[in-house]
């Protein structure tokens, strides 16, 4: 190699940050890059500033952890004409070990500067909202403050080399930093990288998601409506077009919205910067909103966008895609023809048909000719620019967020390159301590007690094998700092002090008598049956059905007793009661008396982890017996009572108390005395012996029988259809009725429906009395005996029922599972 050869090899390694000895390997094992194309590159790089250097790790995985790391994929990537092996393996750090992304790693980008003032250690991730092809969106806060919502976008190196988009990477941070002044934009407030993935701090929009979520939810949209959105999205364009880019995937997906449903445009992935009379023929975008000229592969400009954005209007306004374009596969399937305008407004239907057309000079293809369509004439362009149009009608559902309201939170506490699993932690705004109510210092304080157990709880659920081991380490001065463990928790005990938990309950003691015995409850609500300490059953319908408070709940009951998690079961609906007390309600099942779960196991369960049982009584005794559903749907744990005249006669129960025989209250909990229960354990255990050898005692026939009646009752509901009126029950306890007391009842109190739980339903939930009894049972696959699933029912504002329904595991995935977990 020749002096002046050496001198710019030598230049262009220490600009580039890369040891000579390296490159050189690198040169002589690809053999592509002469000395002339390398002076040409050292001259772009100081002059520009505008190329990047992708520097290829390609060695072999250290032999000393090939026998403990397992690999998982092995795949073959032709780069610059050569084969290039990558394999995906397990955990470790760069330097040391194997990587869990492919070996082809590293690439800069001056667009993502390595050492920047803010790096992704600065925040906290809540939860991932966005998944893309070779990126993830993460809804994150500052360490420092958890106040400052962010959104961060975070791409992998790697799959930005091999899938060849370096350019498209480098286009989308410098347009969308560009474009960040306008108001209907999101705004990008950094970009750097670390030593495997390119971070995007963004602007988080606190509203109601995406506008595909709420056309989903509420659409079609009316013409009001559709016409503040358009002029909304149309002055955006406008301002994107103006400053020279054509933006190429404009959808609902990528319109998000604020907490007063203005929109903001995001992902500027497929943007490019178009100079004035400027045009490309990159066959880019969504299919179903992609115009004719990029799926014919000819040239065009920005006038595809405005093709898009009457597609866009199209669906919102019917329902409907306006070409016959849904279950296209490639852009060459695509057609446009068969359109007709749709049955509405003369003027909106001028207006599509103008967007629409397939000739892109005859194209309405400008915001001025947007702007002074007659169907836009009663909108002050001024006062879209200022937000002062309300865009949609009913605003405060926009507050509800269930885009943003999931269980699994496919995140760890910061950005570490490890592979993640399911997390039952799910950090959403009801677990920020700024979404905390307003309070004195005292009360704030008490919240954020009861927060601090709420979070460790629903860590202490985690399933060994199946979900992110995690816990929360809290204090009340550093409220989020994660720990990571690689054992499962095995109970609250392991983290919450027994004080934390006298205090707990007399925090919901306090709550529970500041309200009624008769809890009076607005719509929509979500009804579940029996958990019977099935914790992680009790998480998974959070999960379907919504966190609190997204979603408002009644629990009927039997919170504890059978199920292994008894004691994190009904502290977490403890401190959801006290955090949400106008949100969450829960009533008294059976098991929760003294009686009951001193033998079903919550009192063995106590004793063992904690001493404090008769706290758990104490507050056992203050819950609500009943409850109403918008003065339609009359709410218990067990049935009805021949005492039950009238609402009043529930409001005036007194508490605390311990259901006595022949009370009203005892009858709505269908509870066996605590004698009864004494004397049935032990003659449970002498039926055994007696009937292996062929005695019976006599006095004890009716009790036995009894027993044979309690086990098989599982299977059966407490209302007979078979009798009439008021009849003994055969548990020796309380009624059974039939359907004419139902319906008396119901037209004496002017309800609709009596929804009750207690009894096993194989389905998760049954009807009775041509319907105005269900029955709803929330414990899947009960004591380990019953494949019944679980069912909740959704209550909604119109008083409408619909259900979820919970399958059990089967029972050979039930079996491998625990093969597994004995072979750990």
């Not at 795949?75 to 050569?82: A, D, M, P």
């Not at 909304?232 to 449903?261: C, P, Q």
């Not at 009801?430 to 979070?455: C, F, M």
Request: aromatic content about 12%; overall charge neutral.
């Amino acid at each position: 190699m020749r002096f002046s050869e050496s001198l710019i090899l030598a230049i262009f390694c220490v600009i580039s940050g890369v040891r000579k000895r390296l490159f050189r390997r690198f040169l002589s094992k690809l053999n592509l890059i002469s000395i002339q194309t390398l002076a040409q590159h050292l001259y772009d790089r100081i002059n520009e500033s505008i190329t990047s250097l992708a520097y290829i790790r390609y060695s072999e995985t250290r032999r000393r952890y090939n026998s403990s790391e397992k690999t998982i994929d092995t795949t073959v990537t032709i780069f610059c004409n050569q084969e290039i092996q990558t394999r995906k393996v397990g955990h470790g750090s760069l330097r040391e070990s194997v990587w869990p992304v492919p070996l082809l790693e590293a690439i800069f980008l001056p667009e993502f500067p390595n050492n920047s003032h803010i790096t992704e250690k600065d925040f906290l991730i809540l939860n991932c909202i966005g998944n893309g092809t070779f990126s993830k969106v993460y809804r994150v806060c500052l360490k420092l403050d958890h106040n400052f919502l962010f959104a961060i976008k975070k791409q992998s190196k790697s799959e930005v080399l091999m899938r060849n988009i370096i350019q498209q990477v480098k286009d989308e941070a410098s347009v969308h930093r560009a474009l960040s002044d306008n108001v209907f934009i999101t705004k990008c407030y950094a970009s750097w990288q670390s030593r495997t993935h390119l971070f995007t701090l963004l602007q988080y929009a606190m509203g109601y998601g995406d506008l595909f979520t709420l056309w989903r939810d509420y659409g079609p949209f009316t013409e009001d409506t559709l016409r503040i959105y358009g002029a909304e999205i149309a002055f955006a364009l406008d301002y994107i077009h103006r400053n020279n880019v054509v933006y190429r995937d404009l959808k609902m997906e990528n319109i998000v919205l604020d907490l007063d449903g203005h929109i903001q445009i995001v992902d500027f992935g497929f943007s490019k910067k178009l100079s004035n009379g400027e045009r490309t023929r990159t066959v880019c975008g969504t299919l179903q909103y992609m115009a004719p000229e990029i799926a014919k592969e000819k040239f065009y400009g920005k006038e595809v966008d405005w093709w898009s954005y009457g597609v866009l209007l199209h669906i919102m306004n019917t329902n409907s895609y306006p070409f016959p374009n849904c279950d296209v596969s490639s852009h060459t399937e695509l057609r446009y023809d068969s359109y007709s305008t749709p049955c509405c407004d003369p003027m909106l239907g001028d207006l599509f048909n103008k967007l629409l057309s397939v000739d892109g000079e005859r194209r309405m293809n400008t915001f001025a000719q947007v702007k002074s369509h007659p169907f836009f004439e009663s909108i002050n362009w001024d006062d879209v620019a200022l937000k002062k149009l309300v865009p949609f009608a009913h605003t405060e559902k926009l507050q509800r967020c269930p885009s943003c309201n999931f269980l699994y939170d496919k995140s760890t506490s910061d950005f570490s390159d490890t592979e993640v699993e399911e997390n039952w932690a799910a950090f959403e705004e009801q677990y920020e301590e700024n979404k905390l109510p307003k309070a004195d210092g005292k009360t704030k304080s008490r919240l954020s007690h009861i927060h601090d157990i709420s979070i460790r709880l629903l860590n202490a659920g985690l399933r060994k094998g199946t979900h992110l081991r995690r816990i929360v380490s809290f204090n009340l001065s550093d409220y989020y700092k994660i720990q990571l463990l690689p054992l499962r928790v095995k109970s609250l005990y392991d983290k919450v002090k027994e004080e934390e938990l006298i205090g707990l309950l007399q925090e919901t003691k306090a709550v529970l008598q500041s309200q009624s015995t008769f809890t009076e409850i607005n719509t929509p609500v979500v009804v579940c049956g029996d958990i019977h300490g099935q914790y992680n059953d009790m998480l998974r319908i959070f999960d379907k059905c919504g966190f609190p408070p997204e979603s408002n709940y009644l629990f009927l009951g039997d919170y504890v007793d059978r199920g292994k998690q008894s004691i994190e079961t009904v502290c977490l609906l403890f401190c959801f009661k006290i955090k949400y007390p106008e949100n969450f309600f829960l009533l008294r099942g059976n098991h929760e008396c003294a009686g009951i779960n001193r033998v079903y196991g919550f009192y063995e369960e106590v004793n063992r982890r904690y001493r404090s049982v008769r706290l758990w009584e104490d507050t056992f005794n203050y819950l609500p017996y009943a409850a109403c559903i918008a003065g339609k749907i009359l709410c218990m744990h067990g049935g009805l009572s021949p005492k039950l005249n009238d609402f009043d006669s529930l409001r005036n129960i007194k508490r605390p108390s311990d259901p006595q025989p022949t009370s009203m209250e005892l009858d709505i909990l269908w509870y066996f005395t605590p004698h009864f229960l004494i004397k049935r354990k032990v003659l449970a255990e002498l039926c055994v012996i007696d009937i292996a050898g062929l005695k019976l005692v006599s006095d004890s026939l009716d009790l036995i029988h009894t027993l044979g009646f309690v086990r098989r009752s599982c299977n059966s509901s407490d209302p007979d259809e078979r009798v009439q009126g008021w009849q003994p029950n055969s548990r020796g306890i309380s009624f059974v009725f039939g359907v004419d007391v139902l319906t008396d009842l119901c037209e004496k109190l002017n309800i609709d429906l009596v929804a009750r739980a207690h009894q096993v339903v194989q389905d998760g939930y049954e009807f009775f009395g041509n319907r105005r009894l269900v029955t709803i049972f929330s414990a899947p696959h009960y004591c380990g005996e019953f494949d019944n699933a679980a069912a909740a029912m959704n209550v909604a504002e119109d008083l409408s029922c619909s259900f979820h329904v919970f399958k059990p595991t089967a029972k050979a995935v039930r079996m491998a599972m625990k093969q597994k977990e004995k072979a750990e």
